[in-house]
């Protein structure tokens, strides 16, 4: 079971504009959640996160929301930019003890000039 | 660079040969993670370590799958007996502990033909 989904693989924007991806969970125990950017033949890079206890984080242009009551989160990108480009995977997880990452199957994000 | 390094970044290896691959994380993180990305799928947990503790094993797939870090430093994946299956990019991530954001390496990429 995908306990943790990004039902959109793909997403394309101009540059400019907004870019919003989605992701969706169905462990409430999950309190913890991670958006990692990956570009080919690289390793997934840690971008922003959020905890349960707060409904958004914003660092610089990339903003994370949570809606703990419809289990959902989105990443937001204002402005987008080319070099945005990649695949932007959402990750979850509790926090007690240990408690592994669980990752969503992720989004490639096209961004236009 | 500082970061996690995996080698090799590719592996080409028959059906039935054992592999071994590498991770040598952050130097001062505790922590260490095996992750695997088969295609079209987010990334899969397999295994942990945290200091001196017992691994958490709970994400191997198969007994012909095994880990190890020595010194609490370097890692290595052992898969035995390779099976087609098996192809995917094997990642590494390392954290300063277990409640941190995890750093990936670039991954190894394996294919059992």
């Known amino acids: 079971d995908q306990q943790v989904k990004q039902n959109s693989p793909s997403l394309s924007v101009q540059e400019g504009r907004i870019s919003i991806l989605n992701c969706d969970y169905t462990?409430?125990?999950?309190?913890?959640f991670l958006w990692y950017k990956k570009y080919p033949a690289e390793g997934p890079t840690f971008l922003i996160s959020?905890?349960?206890?707060?409904d958004k984080n914003e660092d610089g242009r990339f903003t994370v929301f949570l809606n703990k009551s419809a289990k959902h989160l989105s990443l937001h990108i204002v402005p987008s930019q080319p070099g945005d480009s990649a695949v932007y995977f959402c990750?979850?997880?509790?926090?007690?003890?240990?408690?592994?990452?669980?990752f969503g199957t992720g989004t490639r994000l096209l961004v236009s000039p | 660079g500082a970061g996690v390094s995996q080698s090799p970044s590719n592996k080409v290896t028959e059906k039935g040969k054992d592999v071994e691959l590498r991770c040598d994380p952050i130097?001062?993180?505790?922590?260490l993670y095996w992750y695997r990305q088969s295609l079209g799928q987010g990334l899969e947990f397999l295994i942990y370590?945290?200091?001196?503790?017992?691994?958490?094993k709970s994400g191997l797939p198969s007994d012909r799958f095994s880990a190890e870090r020595t010194g609490g430093s370097v890692s290595t994946l052992t898969i035995q007996r390779t099976q087609q299956e098996d192809s995917a990019v094997y990642l590494c991530?390392?954290?300063?502990?277990?409640?941190?954001?995890?750093?990936f390496g670039p991954g190894t990429r394996l294919t059992v033909t």
């Open positions: 130097s001062g993180h505790t922590a």
């Open positions: 462990n409430s125990m999950f309190d913890y």
């Open positions: 991530a390392s954290s300063r502990d277990r409640g941190y954001e995890q750093y």
């Open positions: 959020i905890s349960s206890i707060k």
């Open positions: 370590f945290q200091g001196n503790s017992a691994p958490d």
């Open positions: 990750a979850a997880k509790g926090n007690t003890g240990f408690q592994k990452l669980v």
